[in-house]
């Protein structure tokens, strides 16, 4: 079993920055891909970057493209996402997810395996 939780939520105003924090439990979290998802209000959960088992490749949502970073510090057994420039349509809960067994990441809800319980994001006009 992996638990996930997440830190670094709050309330931001709009232009400025957050760094949301990931940490997994276990032993092999070196062999996870990891995602970024969010969830706002009446909508879906929609994906929002992730980062392959080895840190090589990541993947972006259009709308954060160039905005958002993911990273991974294996030794820490933590993920993170850098939000510069956050909008007011950032505003959501994020939730961050593993994918087990050298998973290279993924933008489907299903694909992975375990999920935190989220971190609520609002930015302010």
């Known amino acids: 079993q992996v638990q996930l939780v997440e830190s670094g939520g709050g309330l931001v105003q709009a232009g400025g920055s957050l760094r949301l924090s990931c940490a997994a439990s276990?032993?092999?979290?070196?062999?996870?891909?990891m995602g970024w998802f969010r969830q706002a209000p009446g909508k879906e959960r929609e994906f929002v970057a992730a980062?392959?088992?080895?840190?090589?490749?990541?993947y972006y949502a259009d709308s954060v493209k160039g905005r958002f970073t993911i990273s991974r510090d294996n030794a820490k057994n933590t993920v993170y996402l850098q939000m510069n420039s956050l909008k007011p349509e950032d505003t959501a809960v994020y939730y961050c997810?593993?994918?087990?067994?050298?998973?290279?990441?993924?933008?489907?809800?299903?694909?992975?395996?375990?999920w935190g319980q989220g971190t609520q994001v609002t930015v302010s006009s």
């Open positions: 997810a593993a994918e087990i067994d050298y998973g290279l990441g993924s933008q489907y809800v299903h694909e992975y395996d375990y």
């Open positions: 980062i392959s088992w080895s840190g090589r490749n990541t």
């Open positions: 276990g032993r092999s979290f070196g062999s996870y891909a």
